[in-house]
């Protein structure tokens, strides 16, 4: 950056604290951005609708895959649909919406308020979108990837505001997400309904590590409690628990699969923690053995207790592999190989991040992991 550009950046920054720029900021909603001579139609056409005792609440956040995935993984959130919002037209297919009818790709949501609050469900909406980008987000571009916050109970709209307001005052920048009523919905063509879950390869802004985290942790909250004890005896996860795991996590702990590397929750994970089988919460490693092998998945030394896994011979694409599996759940981990520096003792086992949950040790005690954390002494 040149002298002269560092230079106009501090007088910007001055002027703006000098007239109040800076700390007069509040969301901006881009409605503006379309015709509003037109009158927009008054109709929601879904398939999804909430009990007596459930809310809603309607999400643009960019490509409507991902927003979709991310919530369904939030734990309290009991149904997801994708589908077309606040726009200019009726009934509108999706070639119609991406030669610009006017319409947000939305995520219809349905929680449960007893469970998580429309707060937290916004709060983990945030961290799927740039609020400070326009009618775009990550690599797409155009209105119906703008952000937006549509909602259909009027007592939602101050939550709403104070929210945004929140999430303003963590941005130096403008962000401009809508917070409006909710107009017209019109439920996607079924091809788009849990599109993620179908294609497990298909592109999406929001990041594959963000949604299998939500993933872990709507399964954690599903156990039926929080006392993990040393003298706790561990069974293979319910049908349900599988259920609430994402494709991959299926794929991996299930069907013995493998996921990307370098492309994962925990391979550059080495805060203090211990980490666990995603299906049922044994504690299987921790962070103190844990180690950088390059390899572009976590690598432990050893695990907490050998006898927590069960190690066979796995001759699978014509390599001769040693498979590493939890002996209580039944599912697969990684591999373990003899390959590893002297000082890591020569071991290393390499397991896939979506087969583990990690809890960072600060959270332990409150997670029902308390029994664990002398082993750090």
């Not at 130096?172 to 917070?179: A, G, P, T």
């Not at 795991?245 to 996921?259: D, I, K």
């Not at 896994?309 to 599912?331: C, F, H, M, N, Q």
Request: net charge negative; proline share 6%.
């Amino acid at each position: 950056m040149s002298r002269w550009k560092v230079i106009m950046g501090i007088l910007a920054l001055v002027a703006a604290i000098a007239f109040g720029g800076y700390f007069s900021l509040s969301p901006k909603n881009i409605s503006a951005s379309r015709n509003l001579s037109v009158p927009m139609p008054e109709e929601i056409i879904q398939q999804n609708q909430k009990a007596d005792h459930e809310a809603e609440i309607y999400l643009a956040g960019g490509c409507f895959w991902g927003t979709e995935f991310l919530m369904r993984n939030v734990p309290g959130v009991t149904s997801v649909e994708v589908g077309y919002s606040n726009g200019m037209t009726r009934n509108p297919t999706y070639r119609e919406v991406c030669k610009g009818s006017g319409h947000a790709e939305s995520a219809h949501v349905i929680y449960n308020p007893k469970l998580v609050s429309l707060s937290k469900i916004l709060d983990v909406f945030y961290q799927s979108i740039d609020p400070t980008f326009v009618n775009r987000e990550g690599n797409e571009r155009d209105m119906q990837y703008r952000s937006g916050i549509y909602y259909s109970d009027p007592d939602d709209e101050p939550i709403i505001k104070e929210s945004l307001k929140r999430l303003q005052g963590s941005f130096f920048n403008q962000i401009f997400v809508e917070n409006e009523p909710i107009k017209n919905f019109y439920r996607a063509e079924e091809e788009h309904q849990e599109y993620l879950m179908k294609n497990p390869n298909g592109y999406c802004h929001v990041t594959r590590p963000m949604i299998d985290e939500k993933a872990k942790a709507k399964v954690a909250h599903s156990f039926p409690n929080k006392n993990f004890s040393r003298d706790r005896v561990y069974s293979k996860p319910s049908k349900e628990t599988l259920k609430n795991l994402s494709e991959l996590q299926r794929a991996v702990t299930q069907n013995g699969a493998t996921e990307p590397p370098f492309k994962n929750e925990y391979d550059e994970e080495f805060r203090e923690g211990i980490y666990v089988d995603v299906t049922n919460g044994q504690p299987l490693f921790l962070s103190t053995d844990k180690f950088d092998s390059g390899c572009g998945w976590p690598a432990f030394s050893k695990p907490i207790d050998k006898d927590y896994l069960i190690e066979r011979p796995d001759r699978s694409y014509g390599i001769e592999r040693t498979e590493v599996k939890t002996k209580a759940s039944g599912s697969h981990l990684g591999h373990v190989f003899d390959d590893a520096p002297a000082e890591f003792g020569g071991v290393r086992y390499c397991i896939n991040s979506a087969s583990l949950r990690f809890i960072p040790r600060e959270d332990m005690q409150k997670e029902g992991y308390g029994d664990w954390l002398d082993l750090f002494k």
